[in-house]
């Protein structure tokens, strides 16, 4: 079955830049998604890739792809203490309203 | 608008209370999510509404009954909860076909005594 594998910690100090990594086992995984999580709160979808692709850029976020060893990665530059909340990396097979599989979630801390 | 909004925030009930979490988006998604997320865990997909209809139970127990009166609206009607039921209960929707882009509700923190 589909596995999504992420770290569960991780400090920065502001002004730093953060990357967050995942591993998925899937390989028909077809969309790749980031979602943040604050206390209290749902889940807000950051970025999301397509397999076909190998990096994504959106302002302070870059998502990069490495198909070929199913690892996905997100790059936040110039992290701000309003990043620190939780990360989940997530994947979805191809199109309609499939499963979408999480990952255990990364801990951002950014210390001031 | 693009929201999901969820009601009520927080909520205690009795093993023996029946109760309803509402879910409610006007983005004209048609397909609606019911996740449940213990502490410190990922959310776990519960049901999946497309069309108003049910078309994924991932083997919740009859506990939990969903219901989707229409296509901006979802509810999980809860009877006879444990203890272990106890968690944040997030709702999410988005549209059918292609990326599956999901937009979350604050969830219902549901405490069961």
């Known amino acids: 079955g589909e596995d999504v594998e992420q770290s569960l910690f991780l400090s920065v100090r502001e002004g730093d830049s953060s990357v967050i990594n995942c591993t998925y086992t899937?390989?028909?995984?077809?969309?790749l998604y980031w979602y943040k999580q604050e206390p209290g709160a749902g889940l807000q979808l950051l970025t999301y890739?397509?397999?076909?692709?190998d990096m994504k850029q959106d302002q302070r976020l870059t998502v990069l792809l490495n198909k070929k060893d199913k690892h996905l990665s997100l790059r936040i530059a110039d992290t701000q203490t309003g990043d620190s909340a939780i990360y989940f990396c997530?994947?979805?097979?191809?199109?309609?309203?499939?499963?979408?599989?999480f990952g255990i979630g990364t801990k951002l801390q950014v210390i001031p | 608008d693009t929201e999901v909004t969820q009601t009520p925030k927080h909520l205690v009930m009795g093993m023996t209370n029946k109760k309803s979490l509402k879910c409610e988006q006007h983005?004209?998604?048609?397909?609606m999510y019911w996740y449940k997320q213990k502490a410190k865990k990922p959310p776990e997909l519960m049901f999946v509404?497309?069309?108003?209809?049910?078309?994924i139970n991932e083997s919740v127990p009859s506990r939990f009954s969903p219901e989707c009166p229409n296509s901006s609206l979802l509810n999980l009607h809860l009877h006879a909860l444990q203890p272990e039921d106890s968690a944040l209960y997030l709702c999410?929707?988005?549209?059918?076909?292609?990326?599956?882009?999901?937009?979350f509700g604050s969830g219902t923190q549901l405490s069961v005594l």
């Open positions: 999410a929707s988005s549209e059918t076909g292609g990326s599956e882009k999901l937009f």
């Open positions: 899937d390989s028909s995984s077809t969309y």
């Open positions: 890739i397509f397999s076909n692709m």
């Open positions: 997530a994947e979805s097979p191809s199109g309609g309203y499939q499963k979408v599989t």
């Open positions: 983005m004209g998604h048609r397909a």
């Open positions: 509404y497309s069309y108003e209809k049910l078309s």
